[in-house]
């Protein structure tokens, strides 16, 4: 046995929230938030259920802290661009969706997309807080980045809230796809892979359909 072996165990009966956090998103992902019992998250985490209830008192609880610890830091980070990118418009709004799609998208944190969708009937509670802490915010986030466009007269003025949806909508069906049926059907890349063209083509159409100056066409 090695002298670290102890401290080790001592570390997972005090284990952080953020660690249970990420236990729970694991387990929701794979068995569905209904599926998912509080004892299987403490397990998961390497911890007793008396010790996840030191600091969660429920499954509704565990997805606020999912939340919290993995999306609320990227709103942070995304909103501080709308102020450094003000003045490249174009720059601004595709590194909002790229950075989306890079650390919520193809990451875990996707599944709650998919999880949303498929138990929101089921736990109204639970996807009431989801609208308000991410869909709203995410949603004014784009629209904003989309205004400034707007406002620099480098996007043409659309209506935003109808450009934002379809701006967006394109990657979160891909991410809802690479927690449902990617893998899962013959000839389908594997899940978290897109095609080496899809963001060079998804750009191009965005922005041929935003900017005010048409877009160089490229020598062939």
Request: overall charge negative; hydrophobic content about 45%; glycine content about 6%.
């Amino acid at each position: 046995m090695s002298p670290n072996d102890p401290i080790r165990r001592q570390r997972r009966k005090e284990a952080r929230p953020s660690e249970l956090a990420a236990a729970a998103l694991s387990l929701f992902i794979e068995k569905g938030f209904a599926a998912t019992r509080l004892d299987e998250v403490a397990a998961r985490a390497g911890v007793s259920k008396g010790t996840l209830y030191l600091y969660f008192d429920s499954k509704e609880a565990l997805f606020k802290a999912v939340i919290e610890e993995g999306v609320v830091p990227l709103f942070d980070e995304m909103e501080a661009k709308l102020e450094t990118l003000k003045d490249d418009p174009e720059r601004l709004l595709r590194e909002i969706l790229l950075g989306w799609w890079e650390k919520v998208g193809m990451t875990d944190l996707g599944g709650i997309s998919k999880l949303i969708i498929a138990e929101a009937r089921n736990f109204p509670e639970v996807a009431s807080y989801h609208h308000e802490a991410v869909i709203v915010r995410w949603m004014a986030l784009l629209g904003r980045a989309i205004d400034i466009g707007i406002e620099r007269g480098v996007f043409r003025p659309l209506d935003v809230p109808t450009l934002r949806q379809l701006v967006f909508f394109p990657l979160l069906m891909l991410s809802v796809w690479k927690n449902s049926m990617a893998g899962c059907v013959a000839g389908c890349p594997a899940p978290g892979l897109v095609s080496e063209t899809y963001f060079d083509t998804y750009f191009d159409m965005i922005f041929r359909g935003l900017l005010v100056a048409p877009r160089e066409e490229s020598p062939r």
